[in-house]
């Protein structure tokens, strides 16, 4: 049963930073492909990064430059550098990830089986 666990959000001043953790166990063997989504109050759910099982990345225009997707193959689990952050970027984060991509990673919520719970973020001065 592949299971995947957010941590790592809380409350930041506007031009702080703060990493976000996605901790992913059940697949048999191998890398999978990982995406951050996240959601805003009053708006729809967006991609905002992704890390593929062969290392290729992805990451939403407003954030690119800012955010850093990586991963830990030792402890299995994918990060999210989240440096300047603004108010804008106030929302639930979401992890998810799936095994049936190879080298890609799309920013599409329909195209991954399995989420985690979710973890807050708040940029707030």
């Known amino acids: 049963q592949v299971q995947v666990v957010e941590s790592g959000g809380g409350l930041v001043q506007p031009g702080g930073s703060l990493k976000l953790a996605c901790k992913v166990s059940?697949?048999?063997?191998?890398?999978?492909?990982v995406a951050w989504f996240r959601r805003a109050p009053g708006k729809e759910r967006e991609g905002v990064s992704c890390?593929?099982?062969?290392?290729?990345?992805a990451y939403l225009d407003s954030v690119n430059g800012r955010f850093t997707i990586s991963r830990d193959y030792g402890k299995d689990t994918v990060y999210l550098q989240m440096n300047s952050l603004k108010p804008e970027d106030t929302a639930v984060y979401y992890c998810?990830?799936?095994?049936?991509?190879?080298?890609?990673?799309?920013?599409?919520?329909?195209?991954?089986?399995?989420w985690g719970q979710g973890t807050q973020v708040t940029v707030s001065s």
């Open positions: 059940g697949f048999s063997s191998g890398y999978h492909t």
């Open positions: 890390l593929s099982d062969t290392e290729n990345t």
């Open positions: 998810a990830t799936d095994g049936t991509f190879t080298n890609y990673c799309p920013l599409l919520a329909d195209e991954y089986a399995y």
